[in-house]
């Protein structure tokens, strides 16, 4: 399947083969990414995969009882064809996650028609494995024993699984103290070497990219275009669980923003197939102490790009300097969608909300609910059309602050002013009784009233 893909440079166009990329995969004209594209959709219409055929195959694969059939990412495998043997590929069955309706909510807002596709329910609780099977299964055929990224704590539960499972070494750098205590336990479980420094997300980036120049070490952020190829597989799946419609909107929480542009890349390429016949508006929320790109669309027109200095407690998305802001704002533009920033007490408002709904998300994930709010206050979304939210991660990898939620400690006064009442109608927190039938059924009384 390799001959079959190429890379073409994001910044400047250029064309280069697999073989040649640079091991930080930054393009060594312009500096800036690659994406992965597949020379053979651009012929004639009839040398093109055939878009029912596709169709029927990936829903009869579901049936199979082969791991690479069951895989919500290489079910698709046709749509991704970047490895030279199928039997090389490292699977823990990723994918195939559920499209919830959110019943409480679409009332709440009057939408016709809300639904949130859960990347929180896959192998290790976060959208990466998706991305991540992909770019591990081609580091294991090129040969590499040691993988390595930057994370925030879901890159890093994500690719320790993969590595571990492939009989591979995994190298962890963290924000030392700024991670959710439910990834770090999973890269430590995982057997990754955990190195915690003193610095953020974007310094563990700088210190990295410093070490894959001097170690034989593959990289597997989200700058390896490979990760895009898996982490458009959820737009597929979005597809085919709306019967090969798309949703009026996709939204979509905002980090390194490579999520963004992979669902847009996905998207786009089932257009292009004519696997559907248009593409959703897709619109990137972030948290407003992490909104580089709000402020770059907003002061630059998506023209550059300045870091800021991250603050946000939905520590997934504390990120000041993403790597693949050019990637998202194409497409923002070629979709149509939006960029919005949402306050701490309405991410931590919308994720109770989405918790209430009997689902539950990370902190990072819930901005798409909060964004959703703004954007339908805004008039740009009507209340006519169809929604999707992209929910990232688990509720069970950031535990301690749904807790905190709860308990009311979570936000100082001033940030929860302008939603206190409401984020009071969610609050349920624990009590702690004796051990007396007495005292619980005064409780459920008193609950009850
Ligand atoms: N939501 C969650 C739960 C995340 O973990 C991340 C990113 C994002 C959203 C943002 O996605 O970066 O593609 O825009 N987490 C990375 C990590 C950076 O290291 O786990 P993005």
Redesign the pocket.
């Known amino acids: 399947m390799m001959e079959i893909h190429q890379f073409r440079c994001t910044g400047c166009s250029a064309i280069v083969a697999p073989e040649a990329l640079a091991g930080n995969f930054r393009c060594p004209d312009c500096g800036d990414l690659y994406e992965v594209f597949y020379p053979g959709w651009n012929g004639p219409r009839h040398t093109r995969p055939n878009p029912s055929a596709l169709r029927w195959l990936w829903r009869e694969r579901r049936t199979s009882l082969k791991a690479e059939d069951r895989s919500g990412v290489w079910r698709f495998r046709e749509m991704l064809p970047i490895l030279g043997d199928e039997a090389g590929i490292v699977s823990l069955g990723e994918g195939n996650t559920p499209l919830y309706d959110l019943p409480q909510s679409a009332q709440c807002l009057r939408l016709a028609n809300l639904r949130a596709k859960h990347q929180g329910m896959n192998p290790t609780g976060?959208?990466?494995d998706t991305g991540m099977t992909a770019a591990l299964s081609v580091a294991r055929e090129r040969g590499f024993h040691w993988v390595a990224?930057a994370?925030?704590?879901?890159?890093?539960a994500a690719m320790a699984a993969y590595a571990a499972r492939a009989g591979m070494r995994s190298l962890v750098l963290l924000p030392q103290g700024k991670i959710a205590g439910g990834k770090l336990a999973q890269a430590m479980d995982y057997g990754a070497l955990t190195l915690q420094l003193r610095t953020d997300?974007d310094g563990c980036v700088r210190v990295l990219a410093e070490v894959v120049g001097r170690a034989p070490v593959y990289l597997l952020n989200?700058v390896n275009p490979y990760r895009i190829e898996g982490q458009k597989t959820p737009a597929l799946e979005i597809a085919e669980q709306l019967e090969w419609e798309v949703p009026d909107h996709l939204i979509v929480?905002?980090?390194?923003?490579?999520?963004?542009s992979a669902l847009g890349k996905g998207f786009l390429e089932m257009q292009h197939l004519g696997l559907t016949t248009r593409v959703p508006k897709i619109s990137v929320i972030q948290a407003e102490g992490a909104n580089p790109l709000v402020r770059s669309m907003q002061e630059f027109g998506g023209e550059r790009i300045e870091p800021v200095e991250a603050r946000t407690r939905a520590s997934?998305?504390r990120?000041g300097n993403?790597a693949?802001w050019r990637k998202a704002v194409r497409v923002l533009r070629q979709t149509g969608g939006f960029v919005e920033q949402v306050s701490e007490a309405e991410i931590a408002l919308a994720k109770a909300e989405i918790g209430a709904e009997g689902i539950g998300c990370?902190p990072?994930?819930a901005v798409t609910l909060a964004g959703l709010k703004k954007l339908l206050e805004q008039g740009k979304i009507e209340r006519g059309e169809s929604v999707v939210l992209l929910l990232?991660?688990h509720t069970l990898k950031d535990p301690d602050y749904t807790i905190h939620f709860h308990r009311g400690d979570l936000l100082a006064g001033e940030e929860s002013a302008p939603k206190a009442s409401l984020i009071e109608g969610l609050r349920r927190n624990t009590i702690e009784l004796d051990a007396d039938a007495d005292q619980v059924l005064r409780e459920l009384e008193r609950v009850h009233q």
Do not use: D, Q, V
């Open positions: 976060s959208f990466k990224c994370s925030t704590g879901n890159t890093s997300f989200s929480p905002g980090g390194n923003l490579a999520n963004s997934a998305i990120i993403p693949s990370e990072a994930s990232t991660g």
